[in-house]
């Protein structure tokens, strides 16, 4: 094992303020790779040369000029599986310093084993995302056969039925900056309470496919999740989830169908999750550019504004989740039935289309969802 200058430094800082002592970090070459003194970082330190290669316990010097590099203190090997990988050398005096060897050589050799394990487990969270990657996003040529099943020695089972969640925030305008921070508590949550998942982050959202099926679960997993958030006024957790499961390639489909749940989500207030398999014309509204949703818009509403469109689009939303009834709208609204009558013949007039037409209501729905999307 290589000790990274980092790991070194981190190991030096540790073992320093425990015993307020100057500390250095060799490699096993003897090279000076950390230490309090940042002058004496990238010297040779030739005690620690002589441990190495004489496999010493222990080496005491006693002058600043026993050995080229060296000051006077104790200088102690470090062993990763049985091999000496380093060697930690302390300043001063050795009544001084006596009293804490076996401390520091325990220490330093246990937060180095810690250090090893968090490197190892970064790596291969690195080449699982790698992978998941090209799973997701590859050429047809990059998935062969020996790449599905490479997934197994990276501890992923794409073969495994999984169900895809993709899982964003609704921010408040000017703070999606903090969306970055909940979505790394959301990965810290999910990967501390749940076995067997895959999560592949993306920019502004996390992609993740999980062996529980059933979707009173799965509403449950997003509950808790969102419980789990420090979710402060105006920021709200957005699911989207698959028709799955899914499989292997197949998983591919499964994040498309989850992505566009996702979307929906957001254009509906107070929906934090919403299924694929619930979504109507949320299916194609994704696909459907911003140009072509505004120009449709722009011929349905004959050029009114945003603000008008948008008003006009909260009264037919109501007047068509009350099933055209008028008495229930008004109820609704807070208005006399005689004015949404007139409302509604006045938007008859401006637009040439009349909302109480069951060949119009279609019209007029989609611009609805169209408003929401843009």
């Known amino acids: 094992m290589r000790i990274s200058p980092s790991i070194a430094q981190a190991i030096v800082k540790e073992i320093s303020d425990a015993v307020n002592k100057n500390v250095n970090l060799m490699d096993d070459t003897g090279r000076i790779i950390a230490s309090t003194n940042p002058e004496r970082v990238g010297t040779e330190h030739m005690g620690a040369r002589k441990i190495v290669e004489e496999k010493l316990e222990c080496l005491t010097v006693c002058t600043d000029q026993e050995y080229s590099g ?3 203190g104790i200088n102690l090997p470090l062993y990763f599986r049985g091999d000496i990988v380093g060697v930690i050398g302390i300043t001063g005096e050795w009544d001084q310093i006596a009293q804490y060897v076996q401390l520091i050589k325990k220490a330093s050799e246990a937060l180095l084993k810690d250090a090893y394990i968090q490197e190892t487990s970064n790596a291969l969270r690195m080449r699982q995302r790698n992978y998941l990657h090209t799973l997701l996003f590859g050429t047809a040529a990059q998935l062969s056969e020996d790449f599905l099943s490479l997934g197994a020695t990276l501890r992923l089972d794409i073969q495994l039925p999984y169900r895809c969640l993709c899982i964003s925030f609704a921010a408040p305008e000017g703070r999606s ?7 790394d508590r959301a990965e810290e949550y999910l990967e501390r309470t749940y076995s067997g998942l895959m999560l592949y982050r993306e920019s502004t959202q996390l992609s993740l496919f999980t ?13 808790r999740l969102s419980g789990s958030l420090p979710l402060q006024p105006g920021f709200s957790l957005k699911a989207g989830v698959d028709m799955g499961p899914h499989h292997g390639l197949q998983l ?11 979307h929906i989500a957001f254009m509906e207030q107070g929906e934090p999750l919403i299924f694929y398999g619930d979504m109507t014309s949320g299916i194609y509204l994704g696909e459907i550019s911003a140009v072509s949703k505004k120009e449709y818009l722009a011929r349905i509403f004959k050029g009114m504004s945003l603000a008008e469109m948008q008003e006009w689009a909260q009264l037919l939303a109501t007047f068509y989740a009350c099933d055209g009834s008028l008495n229930k709208t008004a109820d609704k609204l807070f208005i006399h039935k005689n004015t949404l009558q007139y409302q509604l013949r006045k938007l008859a007039s401006l637009t040439g289309y009349d909302p109480r037409s069951i060949t119009n209501a279609g019209l007029y729905q989609t611009a609805i969802q169209f408003l929401k999307a843009i």
């Open 177 to 183: 900056a903090e969306i970055q921070t909940l979505l």
């Open 70 to 72: 060296s000051l006077v």
């Open 211 to 223: 062996t529980i099926l059933d979707e009173n679960h799965l509403r449950t997993l997003v509950s």
């Open 252 to 262: 591919r489909t499964g994040r498309v169908q989850a992505e566009k749940s996702l």
